[in-house]
C-alpha cells in the first residue's frame, strides 16, 4: 500500500506540475514506488496460493499479464502527447488507484479468511508433521493454511 501510494503521488507530481524540480521529484517518487511493487506483489501472490502446481501457475499469469504493462505503455505514452504524457500518466495513475483499491480489499478479505480459520481449527503451529502432510494435497483450502497480509 505504501509503495503505490507513493507512486502515485509521483505521478500527481508529474501531471500537476511543469516546474522542472517538481517533475523530477516525481519522476523519482513514481519510480521508487513502482519498481519495489512488483516483486511483493509476486511475493505476495506466490505466499497465499496453496499447492506447488496451483502456485506456480498463479505466478506465471501473475507476471504474464504483468508483461502486458510494455503493450499498454506504448499505446497510452504517444508521440503526440510530448512533452507532457498527460494521457499516459492518467492510465498509469487510474492502474495505480485500481491496484491500491484491491490491495486493501484483498487485505481485509484474507484477514477475514485467517480470523474464520483460527476460529475453526488449531493455530497452524500446533500441527504435527504428519497432520500437515496429510492435508498437504488440500493446498490453501487445508485446515493449517493462513494467507499472508
Not at 55 to 84: E, L, T, W
Not at 118 to 128: C, G, I, M, Q
Amino acid at each position: 500500500m505504501g509503495f503505490c501510494s507513493l507512486a502515485l503521488v509521483g505521478y500527481i507530481l508529474l501531471i500537476s506540475s511543469n516546474i522542472p524540480a517538481a517533475q523530477y521529484t516525481g519522476t523519482f517518487l513514481a519510480a521508487c514506488g513502482v519498481y519495489p511493487m512488483i516483486p511483493i506483489m509476486v511475493m505476495w501472490n506466490g505466499n497465499n496460493i496453496g499447492g506447488s502446481t496451483k502456485r506456480g501457475v498463479g505466478i506465471a499469469m501473475q507476471i504474464g499479464f504483468g508483461n502486458c504493462g510494455g503493450v499498454i505503455a506504448s499505446f497510452v505514452y504517444r508521440a503526440k502527447d510530448v512533452p507532457r504524457y498527460f494521457f499516459g500518466h492518467g492510465i498509469i495513475m487510474g492502474f495505480l488507484a485500481m491496484s491500491l483499491t484491491l490491495i486493501v480489499v484483498q487485505f481485509f478479505a484474507l484477514s477475514a479468511i485467517n480470523r474464520k480459520r483460527n476460529a475453526e481449527n488449531r493455530n497452524p503451529k500446533e500441527y504435527t508433521t504428519e497432520e500437515k502432510y496429510g492435508e498437504m494435497d488440500k493446498g490453501d483450502n487445508a485446515s493449517y493454511f493462513r494467507y499472508t497480509i
